[in-house]
């Protein structure tokens, strides 16, 4: 399989609790983002890996937040404390580290939180 | 920054007839890519066509073509012959030199047999 893996595709938790999702790009691709959606919204860019360096986050990510990349292939991203309002597809994407190869900007399927 | 607009939250189409999503967009960066991605219920983004700023021809992929109108800022989806399948949610976005994608709201298309 070529594409980009989430995992899992579905989370219910209760609120107060931590989860982790993971993230696997396309092999060659050495950029790595996550984004959040919310019913009826656009994704919204949350952070980014070039490599296993992180180079961006969103004022959309707060201190509950974490994400990690930590031999430039797989990522975690993990929400400490989950509140109702974290409730959203968590959306991971990955592209070649290149602005003429923006084609290879390619989504996974999403992990779909849902806080109870 | 950069801002996407689509003012069209939903549209119908007839089947085998073409449509088009409307997309606009603000930046500052004079290098940049639009995006459309598709988005049915199973929830995956799928990628449908790429216009960089530069490109001198309209973007095309087999049913889907862009119009792109730099002066306007506009980059207009166009799907010929709409199938019972092109019911999802499209989103247009942007990025400059191949950084995080900024969406837009999107558009629920529906096609009608």
């Known amino acids: 399989d070529t594409g980009v893996s989430q995992d899992p595709r579905h989370k219910i938790t209760k609120r107060g609790q931590n989860v982790t999702f993971r993230c696997d790009p396309i092999?060659?691709?050495?950029?790595l983002y996550w984004y959040r959606q919310t019913l009826g919204q656009g994704p919204e860019f949350l952070t980014y890996?070039?490599?296993?360096?992180?180079?961006?986050k969103s004022r959309l990510l707060s201190d509950r937040f974490s994400a990690e990349r930590p031999k430039g292939s797989f990522s975690t991203l993990e929400i400490q404390r989950t509140e109702q309002g974290d409730s959203a597809m968590y959306l991971c994407?990955?592209?070649?580290?290149?602005?003429?190869?923006?084609?290879?900007?390619?989504f996974g399927s999403g992990t779909r939180l849902t806080v109870v | 920054a950069q801002k996407i607009t689509q003012t069209q939250p939903g549209m119908f189409v007839q089947e085998k007839e073409a449509v088009t999503l409307d997309c606009t967009y603000d930046?500052?960066?004079?290098?940049?890519?639009l995006f459309w991605y598709k988005q049915p219920s199973s929830g995956e983004m799928i990628f449908l066509i790429y216009?960089?700023?530069?490109?001198?021809q309209n973007a095309t992929e087999g049913r889907y073509s862009l119009n792109f109108q730099k002066a306007r800022k506009s980059a207009n989806l166009v799907i010929s012959a709409s199938q019972l399948g092109d019911s999802a949610m499209y989103f247009c976005?942007?990025?400059?030199?191949?950084?995080?994608?900024?969406f837009g709201g999107g558009t629920r298309l529906m096609v009608k047999p």
């Open positions: 930046t500052s960066d004079p290098s940049y890519g």
């Open positions: 216009q960089g700023s530069y490109d001198q």
């Open positions: 890996f070039q490599n296993e360096a992180q180079l961006e």
């Open positions: 092999s060659e691709h050495n950029r």
């Open positions: 994407a990955s592209s070649l580290g290149d602005s003429r190869h923006l084609y290879g900007y390619t």
């Open positions: 976005a942007i990025t400059p030199a191949g950084n995080m994608l900024t």
